[in-house]
């Protein structure tokens, strides 16, 4: 009989051990599907960090662009203004013409 209660023991000492192994098997089953889609979304963020950083670059190099043309086009009005004012100064209507808001 003490035979048969150290099986019984030893077989509910078995089966308890079978049962965490199993818990622990699907707990590292859980985790590792965690860890792949933690990982996946990990890519999909790199990825779109690449482009945002393309995007980035590309809207500086327009920005660039924009700055440029427009410090052009300040420098030709600028000449033009220049050009105009010399005209009137060698016309003598300098002082003749009317500025805005004298009256």
Same mark, same amino acid.
């Given at each position: @009989? #003490?035979?048969?209660?150290?099986? #019984?023991? =030893? ?5 308890? $051990?079978?049962?965490?192994?199993? !818990? ?7 985790? &590792?599907? !965690?860890?792949?889609?933690? $990982?996946?979304?990990?890519?999909? #963020? ?5 482009? $945002?950083?393309? &995007? ?5 190099? !327009?920005? =660039?662009?924009?700055? @440029?043309?427009? &410090? ?5 009005? /600028?000449?033009?203004?220049?050009? @105009?004012?010399? $005209?009137?100064? /060698? ?13």
């Amino acid at each position: @009989m #003490a035979r048969k209660a150290a099986a #019984a023991a =030893m077989d509910g000492k078995s089966s308890e $051990l079978a049962r965490a192994v199993a !818990e622990a098997e699907a707990r590292e089953e859980r985790l &590792q599907r !965690e860890l792949e889609a933690a $990982l996946a979304r990990v890519a999909v #963020a790199e990825e779109a960090e690449e482009r $945002l950083c393309v &995007q980035l670059g590309e809207l500086e190099a !327009e920005a =660039m662009t924009q700055a @440029m043309e427009y &410090q052009q086009h300040v420098r030709a009005l /600028s000449e033009r203004l220049a050009l @105009m004012d010399g $005209l009137l100064r /060698s016309s003598g209507l300098h002082g003749a013409v009317v500025q805005p808001g004298l009256h």
